[in-house]
């Protein structure tokens, strides 16, 4: 029988249970908050206007303060510059502004642009550039001057050149002070290789090598109507705007030729790096690959799956590493998509030097997860709330707005790529994502790349891979030598220099000198080794020479006879060019014997003391067409040390600051020559000589000159 | 009415001035558009309404900084900014009640630790190794119960964007911007973590996240180093302007969860708080909402700070000498936000450091070519106390910091010398006037310009009088001023030489 009391204890029992699965279904508070359907929006309004030059106008009108702000989006960029002279997009894109255009220097365009509280800026980017004005609407016949100006008529001042190069060296001689900054600089490197376009940067050489005509020339190939697109937004009257427009940019010339195609972004196997610097308390850790373009099939799932594994606070990158590890402040990835290019597949942590492999392992295991199980429905359904649920945000301001219309343009994506991606949200799965990640995302491909101080680190990281250390020494500038303009008294000193020189190496004797014939043996430095190679040189005056070239695989004859050039190797023989012929008569007037046979007849101008190779010199400069060769005399015994001359690299082709350092004198045939040369280029190893013979006036059968 | 009233008033003194012309543009209603209210704990809410897009945004201003801190817990108002994102006794966690007993457990096990710790010389390696361990254990034990960063999970799924935070001397401030259909949730979540704070995680958070954060910024800076801490180190010796809001890594390493509860009761009061909040709200849902969520802050009696730093006797003068490029700071004593010639100290480091055509960039940068950057600036490292006119030098490559500082003070005495000319003030105001223009828009700017506002000077009207205020301002003025703070007694200066290492 069951006991009023037992029906009690049974009903309190049922009633616990109830109320255990009440509590359990119960809402938490914030999940009892009624959350109200969201007003619709609309796109703000706009206008895209092309104008007759090809240049594209988007017009939104906004009047709630007086000001007017133009952001325009160029198709330049550094991608596009020289090899040699990387760094000469980003002064281009500065000195456009700071260097004066049109009718006003740089500085006048700054006083007024200050005085009446505007905004205006000029970039070059690694593959785009911009310009940027802000101003009181009462000034916008001013500005809209100033920055036609600054785009169509540059001035490139000299002093606003050197300016921005102070700044770009100043920024080379700080570029190793921040970890973050060594880290940001070399991931391109690991990622592309360091020559990619997307991955050089400015050095000081690259800087030097920039001169006033290359801006000229980047500016007149690449600033064109055609490849700008201008947002304008603010207190204006729309129609009236694209008129304003067109008039402030009339005459801008279409650009003479297509733009080149873009760099390829190449994929490579993984490396493992580390960028060494003493005295680091945290190490900078960085895991990255070649990503996609954001038209791939699989953006939106990468989209996703980047988020849950390292978009947030909520992600789990940020949950393992940081909130639940401790490990790092700064810790997160990146999906690896990009516009124009394929993005990089990122994942990065700023951790103490003891927890480097761990941390790295730690990222890599989360990875490996987003591949190897699909995600909990929850967490797909978390990562796709944040991005439906903040899709208003992509319309609340114009100039978001805007700015991704000119995106998609010049990218060439639809108008409507954003709908069309939530579409593809909401559509998601598990497992389409897993197969996503598993198809874009190569953990084993992942390049490391670790800023810190190695001695601290938990490990040695070669459990990724063969370590590869990366020097970030900086490469010393060259020592640039400023040529001050020549005085009756410099010109003198020069030339009574010379003559000392002449008299310690041969004196009269170079008077008698008609020609002569020399023979050396060269050792190069080359990529595959050493290369030991014989020159024989021959020289009747004024104008005839022939230089025989012995090279391991063959021989080379060059014959120069007055205008007339050629050259037999490999059984064949070909006509020189004039440029090739007058390069090689260098040999005959403007080389060291050259030059003294010519003491009396040439100008030397005399320049400040220096020292050379631990020796103080007197330098002297002789210029011929406008490039200076500069002779560096002993102080103490007036014979040369040093020879400093422009050259081409017969390797490279690309020109070249040739030095020729005298090891040792040698009486050779009456004169006192430099017997053992050292010849550096670009200070850099490049050749030993060793003079075997040297005669002056020999006889010389004249069939060597012919044909 | 009062619309209009307000217009032809400010017509007047744009007359009186003579600078402004008039505009038929909408901002000018915008102060009157500005509602406002306090509730009874002290919370003061600043609400505009713009119902363009349905959005809003908002800013939270705790006029709590490191400012407020003493010795021995330097860093707390910044790891307190770091737990307001660890959830509530509702949020963040399966069970508070164990979770506040596995707390408990943990701090007793920490307080034991940091106790061994503390015999230094004498401390027993087992002895500690053990107690780690005990207290590892504990952490773990804690860690049970908390459901990891809910809080910030709840806000990103309801399509919260921009959520973050940041602490200085003299405030930290909340923010981030929801669809407008999620107000009464954001005043839920935001009334919450302003009212019931738990400090979950307090350990991991400080010496991990915390302790990183510290690094990066600072002792792996070399920037950051002499700027974020030396620089305020030697300047100020007495007020809380003296050490850096990221803290001394030595206080972050022995602070407590107390620590931290104390420092919170203290000062998460409501008078100390400021909310702003602009977009597509109405005025008076905001109020309704704030009443429920926001009520059950504690009010108190704010702290002011009781230390003021004493007048300066002699220059100051520190040079470090590390691995890297060398920096120069110099630093002159100006009092704060609601002194009388604050304005004049923000003409003067308009005219000495900011743009092109400022003195120092166009001497030292365009003309002499011996920087790459030279800018002045008032109102570092604090706003509300006595704090520093700031000249910020970097050096062109193979230049000194000493050949800087030799130009920079050539120029600021000759400031003082010959003072302003009328076209550089001109140049000013205008700047002042564009500047504050661009500034009221966006939701985001906005609320946050109106609650630092609020919370620094003590009325965010001053954001709008701000430029008239400026208008004031006197070629006299700015050589009164000059004269009375560029002086040999009243500077320091922190530069850095570069060492290879």
């Given amino acids: ?707 | 009415m009062r619309v209009f009233m307000r217009r032809a008033a400010l017509a007047a003194a744009v007359l009186l001035v003579g600078i402004l012309p008039a505009f038929a543009g909408t901002y000018l209603e915008l102060q009157d558009e500005i509602k406002e209210f306090t509730l009874e704990n002290g919370v003061r809410f600043i609400v505009r309404e713009d119902h363009a897009v349905p959005v809003f945004s908002f800013f939270t201003v705790v006029r709590i900084g490191s400012a407020n801190e003493v010795r021995g817990i330097t860093g707390i108002s910044h790891v307190l900014e770091h737990m307001a994102f660890k959830g509530t006794s509702v949020i963040g966690t399966t069970d508070i009640k164990k979770e506040r007993e596995a707390m408990a457990a943990e701090d007793r096990a920490y307080a034991a630790l940091k106790a061994e710790r503390a015999r230094g010389a004498d401390t027993d390696p087992d002895q500690l190794a053990a107690l780690e361990a005990e207290f590892a254990k504990a952490r773990d034990a804690a860690r049970q119960f908390v459901i990891s960063n809910q809080y910030g999970q709840i806000v990103e799924s309801h399509g919260g964007v921009g959520l973050n935070a940041s602490t200085w001397t003299d405030y930290t401030e909340y923010h981030y911007s929801l669809p407008s259909n999620r107000l009464e949730l954001w005043a839920y979540l935001e009334g919450s973590r302003m009212a019931d704070i738990v400090l979950r995680e307090f350990y991991t958070e400080k010496d991990g996240p915390v302790t990183e954060e510290r690094r990066m910024r600072v002792d792996d800076s070399p920037m950051g180093k002499l700027f974020m801490e030396q620089f305020q180190n030697l300047a100020f010796e007495a007020n809380g302007y003296h050490h850096s809001t990221i803290g001394y890594m030595s206080d972050l390493n022995t602070m407590t969860r107390q620590d931290a509860q104390e420092y919170y009761d203290r000062h998460y009061i409501g008078p100390n708080i400021t909310v702003a909040v602009v977009g597509d709200v109405a005025a008076a849902d905001v109020e309704k909402y704030a009443r429920k969520y926001f009520a059950k802050i504690p009010t108190g009696t704010p702290e002011f700070m009781e230390t003021i730093e004493p007048e300066q006797l002699g220059e100051k003068r520190l040079v470090v000498k590390q691995d890297a490029q060398p920096l120069l700071l110099i630093g002159y004593k100006i009092e704060g936000i609601n002194h009388p010639d604050w304005p004049v100290y923000q003409a003067i480091a308009d005219i000495l450091g900011q743009g092109r055509t400022s003195r120092l960039y166009a001497e030292a940068v365009k003309k002499q070519q011996k920087a790459v950057q030279c800018a002045a600036f008032a109102g570092y490292p604090g706003l509300r106390y006595r704090t520093l006119l700031t000249v910020l030098g970097v050096p062109a490559k193979d230049v000194t910091a000493a050949e800087l500082e030799t130009i920079a003070l050539a120029e600021i005495q000759r400031l003082v010398d010959e003072g302003a000319t009328a076209d550089e003030l001109a140049g000013v105001k205008r700047r002042a006037r564009a500047d504050f223009l661009r500034g009221l828009e966006g939701n985001n700017g906005l609320a946050s310009q109106l609650a630092m506002t609020q919370a620094m000077s003590g009325d965010w009207r001053d954001l709008f009088t701000e430029v008239a205020r400026l208008e004031a301002v006197t070629l006299e003025d700015i050589q009164r001023v000059a004269a009375q703070i560029f002086t040999e007694q009243n500077r320091t200066v922190a530069l850095s030489e570069n060492v290879e290492s």
């Fill in chain 1, 1 to 707: 029988m069951m006991t009023t009391r037992m029906i009690l204890k049974l009903l309190v029992a049922i009633g616990a249970i109830a109320l255990a699965a009440g509590v359990a279904s119960a809402k938490a508070p914030w999940e009892k908050i009624k959350i109200p359907e969201l007003d619709t929006f609309e796109m703000p309004a706009y206008e895209r206007v092309e104008l007759p030059s090809g240049m594209v106008l988007y017009l939104a009108e906004d009047h709630f303060v007086p000001m007017i702000e133009l952001s325009a989006q160029i198709m330049v960029g550094s991608i596009y510059e020289d090899a040699d002279k990387v760094g000469l997009a980003a002064m281009a894109g500065s000195v456009l502004r700071t260097g004066g255009a049109g009718e006003r220097s740089g500085d006048e365009i700054d006083s007024l642009v200050e005085a009446r509280g505007m905004d205006l800026e000029t970039w070059v980017g690694q593959t785009t550039g911009g310009a940027y004005l802000s101003c009181l609407t009462e000034d916008i016949d001013l500005g809209l001057a100033l920055l036609a100006d600054v785009l169509m008529r540059p001035r490139f001042a000299d002093d606003k050149i050197e300016l921005a190069k102070q700044m770009q060296k100043a920024a080379i001689a700080r570029r190793n002070d921040e970890p973050l900054s060594i880290a940001m600089r070399e991931l391109p490197k690991v990622l592309f290789g360091a020559d990619h376009p997307l991955a050089r940067h400015p050095e000081y050489a690259s800087i030097a090598a920039v001169t006033r005509a290359n801006l000229q020339e980047f500016h007149d190939a690449y600033f064109h109507p055609e490849r700008m697109y201008l947002v304008v937004i603010g207190d204006f009257a729309a129609d009236e705007m694209a008129g304003r427009i067109e008039a402030a940019f009339a005459g801008w010339p279409a650009a003479p030729a297509p733009l080149p195609a873009d760099p390829e972004i190449p994929r490579l196997p993984r490396t493992v790096n580390v960028a060494a610097k003493d005295g680091l308390s945290q190490a900078t850790v960085l895991l990255g690959h070649k990503g996609i373009r954001n038209d791939d099939p699989d953006y939106a799932a990468i989209q996703v799956a980047a988020e849950i594994l390292g978009g947030g606070f909520n992600s789990r990158l940020f949950k393992e590493i940081r909130s639940n590890r401790g490990l790092a402040y700064s810790v997160g990835s990146s999906p690896g998509t990009g516009w124009r290019y394929p993005g990089a597949f990122l994942a990065y942590t700023m951790t103490r030097n003891d927890a480097v492999e761990a941390a790295a392992k730690g990222i890599l295991g989360e990875i490996d997860k987003m591949l190897n199980e699909p995600v909990t429905e929850d967490e797909l359904q978390a990562a796709k709330d944040l991005i439906l649920n903040s899709e208003v945000f992509n319309y609340d301001t114009k100039r978001e707005v805007l700015d991704r219309l000119v995106l998609f343009e010049m990218y060439g994506y639809a108008p409507d790529f954003l709908q069309t991606y939530q579409e593809a949200v909401k559509a998601l799965t598990p497992a389409a994502m897993q197969a996503a990640c598993q198809r874009v995302w190569k953990p084993a491909e992942l390049s490391v790349l670790v800023v810190g101080t190695p001695s601290e680190f938990d490990g040695d990281l070669s459990t990724f891979g063969p370590v590869n250390q990366i020097d970030i020494t900086i490469p010393a500038p060259k020592a640039t030598l400023v040529i001050p303009e020549a005085t009756a008294e410099s010109l003198a000193q020069g030339k009574a220099r010379m003559l000392k020189l002449r008299d310690r190496t041969g004196g009269k004797a170079f008077a008698n000198v008609k020609g002569w014939h020399e023979s050396s043996e060269m050792t190069v430095q080359t990529q595959m080794g050493a290369l030991a190679i014989t020159i024989d040189q021959t020289v009747q005056l004024p104008d005839h020479l022939r230089i025989v070239t012995k090279l391991p695989f063959g021989e080379q004859v060059q014959v120069v006879a007055g205008d007339q050039g050629w050259a037999v190797g490999m059984g064949q023989q070909k006509d020189l060019t004039a440029g090739e012929v007058a390069e090689l008569r260098k040999a005959i007037d403007q080389e060291t014997f050259g030059i003294l046979r010519r003491v009396d007849e040439l100008e030397f101008q005399a320049l400040a003391p220096l020292e050379v190779g631990g020796k103080l010199c007197n330098p002297v400069v002789v210029e011929f067409d406008d490039e200076a060769t500069i002779m560096y005399l002993d102080a103490e015994t007036d014979l040369l040390v040093m020879v400093q001359s422009p050259a081409t690299s017969p390797m490279t082709g690309s020109p070249v600051t040739q030095k020729v350092y005298v090891q040792g004198y040698q009486d050779l045939s009456g004169f006192t020559l430099p017997g053992t040369l050292k010849i550096t280029h670009d200070d850099e190893d490049f050749a030993d000589v060793t003079v075997k013979s040297f005669e002056v006036n020999p006889a010389v059968d004249p069939a060597l000159f012919e044909k």
